[in-house]
């Protein structure tokens, strides 16, 4: 092979790693929907930190625990909760069954239609509709009941399915932390079943790994002598406040090293969290954007609220501890993946 040959397939060579080199794009950000700012840099140092070998804050891949309320934190919880609305719903299925409940109370006012009414519903009421549209079926007739309800219902304000509601920002949190060898839970005060039945499809996150409100259900068979489970209006665990990390103890049995919440219901877990060694990320999602989602609280001088209480008590907590309070106006570029796109569906 002669000498210039040689010399030109180095030239060439030393120039398409040249240019390689010019032209070698960042890495890609893991968070696009965020703002660059104090909440999106507390992610990427707490992962960093935690994940890279020699860090003295390094987490070993089994240790790598991240939990999530979901309700206001990994979608949207107003107008009314979306399990809240399932069970408003169910009434009218129920009453066809039994219509002896036509007259009686809060079963009543659910029929009547009459949404102001309905707001006015105490809690008390509410279990009492839960109760009789979240029992009596098997697990499986239950799981239908909620995919048919998810695959026909609409959120009155977007009219789109509500598992079309998550927050963007979150769900890529949710990403990132998996990429780097976190296993993410769902830790939510909602029902444990009803949120299996979506959070896999929604969320990447499998059934197993939900924890949740939990009802009693009963070992039996079915006419072919197939075992079942039937569910049972009977509470075994409220997965809110001091319930969270109880069921995080009962059902995962790590402490978490991240913590994401957004209510006074979740405070009691975030400290849990942050109560271990080494780097512990905990953070609450403020709902201050009325333009694009909602604006709530009380904190900050936000309008109160009964759904997803976040009060200044908390606020100033989350301050004191070194928790981290994500503004949705200011450290998110954008709110859900839709945002600018039309309805693909019309208001029922």
């Not at 008390?124 to 029992?135: F, G, M, N, P, Y």
């Not at 569910?231 to 790590?254: C, F, S, T, V, W």
Request: with cysteine.
């Amino acid at each position: 092979m002669k000498p210039h040959f040689l010399l030109s397939l180095w030239t060439a060579a030393s120039l398409t790693v040249g240019a390689a080199g010019a032209f070698a794009q960042p890495p890609a950000d893991p968070l696009p929907a965020w703002n660059d700012g104090p909440a999106k840099q507390a992610i990427v140092h707490f992962v960093q930190t935690t994940t890279e070998t020699g860090s003295t804050n390094f987490v070993p891949v089994a240790e790598r625990i991240a939990t999530f309320d979901q309700d206001g934190t990994l979608w949207t919880e107003k107008p009314v909760v979306p399990q809240i609305m399932y069970c408003l719903d169910r009434v009218n299925v129920l009453a066809q069954a039994k219509p002896e409940i036509k007259n009686v109370e809060p079963f009543k006012t659910v029929l009547s239609g009459d949404r102001a009414a309905i707001a006015k519903l105490t809690l008390k009421d509410l279990e009492a509709v839960a109760a009789a549209t979240l029992s009596g079926m098997t697990t499986e007739q239950f799981q239908e009941q909620v995919k048919q309800w998810l695959a026909d219902a609409t959120d009155p304000r977007w009219h789109r399915p509500y598992t079309e509601l998550t927050y963007q920002p979150m769900q890529e949190v949710l990403t990132y932390l998996r990429t780097n060898g976190y296993k993410t839970y769902i830790v939510t005060g909602g029902g444990q079943d009803f949120v299996r039945v979506y959070a896999e499809q929604t969320y990447g996150i499998p059934p197993e790994q939900i924890v949740g409100t939990m009802g009693g259900t009963k070992y039996g068979y079915d006419r072919d002598g197939k075992p079942m489970f039937t569910k049972e209006p009977k509470l075994l665990l409220n997965d809110d406040q001091a319930g969270k990390p109880e069921g995080i103890h009962l059902m995962i049995g790590r402490r978490p090293h991240a913590a994401f919440g957004n209510s006074d219901g979740d405070r009691q877990m975030l400290e849990y969290t942050t109560a271990g060694d080494g780097a512990r990320l905990a953070m609450l999602v403020l709902h201050d954007d009325a333009a694009r989602e909602y604006a709530y609280g009380p904190a900050q001088g936000l309008p109160d609220t009964r759904i997803g209480n976040f009060p200044q008590r908390l606020y100033d907590q989350a301050q004191k501890r070194g928790w981290t309070v994500i503004s949705m106006k200011n450290d998110w570029k954008k709110i859900f993946a839709f945002e600018g796109r039309q309805p693909i569906r019309k208001p029922r």
